[in-house]
């Protein structure tokens, strides 16, 4: 059976197929051609853009001068930044660098064998494993835990609870379907999903997880869920055809009239330029929608829908007015963004230089004062940001 | 004044070909698509041309910039507009690969963009996870897990090619005999 192809046998066939598939793909004497030719109209078209850009930039210090708050914390540093005065650079990192320190992201990560949690850190020990956290749980999170396997490129994946004094404890693995991605946490802490089971957190009535009473299988996700996308008052899928569905154990899947999902059991319809941002909608739920223009691609919601973060910009979603716009070189979209709480997110901006190792500096932007400093100094890995346990 | 054109002229004919690979195979087998990804690409690598040092560099800069580019427009393709009702969905051009078994333009589309990016890195370019990390400007984990997603639905796939009723479809027993 196919199914049953050994790993390495189904990655050989891939290469194979991938090498054969562009086995007549070549560039010819045309294609140079054009391509110097649009190179050099587009660094004209740049510079012409640069220009105009000075002229604006000159514009807008002067307008900013007036408003522009006090230096907090690192005096070598100049004041917290408003992105919109920072547009002309052109690198993100160096972005994130020039920004003044603040206090340490209240996010928690695997960074390295070392557990962070704020400012917090503990010792995973020296062993191979690596560990993502995937949900904040009373007193630790769902995590995977990644067990390199006896062939190159292949690894165990093991759901469980990762405790904030470091201690794991895997679920049962029984019923799983590994081509469900995704996972996500229950409102009430009390079930997590992931590979198309749900399985009890252990959660005792002192509010404590109890990990020996953990991991026993509640119910099965539908069989059309191939990706588990979030949580809100039901856990939310995507079928096989891109539709969204709301789902809790026991009862029928409501289909979310979404184009995309964001994270938080949020999604979003689009019409032209603008879109209807809504939670997921179960028949007990209330509904709210924030229904904005112009905005790029929803990203990302504060709890509370306070603020929403964009492709393009922030939005404080109250005020219904923009709070931050990031400088050109910061694409939002491949930032790994997570809420400290509904008034400042952290956001993983990475050193894009070619040919240099990983490294990473956490960014936390405020929606009430719209300014940015630096929340970490330089990480040497790219982690999975998570949120703090939940109390 | 123009900047050292003749040199990254050089470094386009020299490496267009084999980059030109790695885009069909980012934009889903696409060839126009791939094209203009690299061409804007290449345009990208000749605005910082003065700041790179090598031509080593050079390629791995427009790479950089190629898989980011490929990841970002699929991503926007996909929030188009869906097809209205009575709309027919054009075609792909589908060859289908008989010998190996497996579609790989159906496959490759079938992905999400920063899963046909992990797989086209990893088993055609062979990117170390790392490497692939840093493209991307996401966890090594996270690559893991794109691949080990990615590869879940070739196995799928392999199923569908190989077990499904076709006129010029086998079963993988005559495949093994």
Redesign the interface.
Known sequence: ???N?D?QG??T??????????RH???DAA??N???D???A??RK?RRRQLALTVSAVAAVVGIVGWQAPSMVDNESPGPTRHSDSARVDDGYAWAQSLPRGADADVAYVDRGTLVIGSKKVDLGKQES?Y?LLGSLPGGWLA?K?VPGAQP?A?A?IYGFLSTDGEYSPYASVGRR??V?GAAVSGDGRTVAYEGVVVRTGLQPNGKIDPSAAGSVVAHLPDDAVEIVGWAGGFVYRDAQDRFWAWSPGDMSVEQRW??AVPDGFGYT?DGECVTVSPASLPASASVSFRLCGLG?PLTVSPDNYALMSSRQFVNLEAGVDFLTLPDSV?P????QRWESGDSVILAV?D?T??KP?SVVLVRCTVSSGLCERASNRLT????LASLPKS | VERDLDAFGEFVAARSSALLRTAVLLAGGDRQHGEDLLQDAFAETYRRWNRIASLAASEAYTRTILVRLATRRWRRRRYEPRLSEGEVEPEPAVVADVELGLDVERYLRALPARQRAVVVLRYFDDRTEAEIAQLLGCAPGTVKSHASRALATLRAELEHTLYAPSEAGRSADDRQS
């Not at chain 1, 890995?381 to 999975?384: D, F, V």
């Open positions: 059976m196919t199914g192809r790993p189904t990655e066939l891939l290469r194979e197929a991938l090498a054969q598939e562009t793909v070549a560039a294609f140079v054009a391509t110097l649009h190179s050099v587009s660094l740049t690596d993502h995977e990644w490129n690894y994946v590994i081509d991605a184009d995309a689009r691609v694409d979209s491949r930032l790994q990475p894009d070619v040919g990983h890995s790219i982690p999975m």
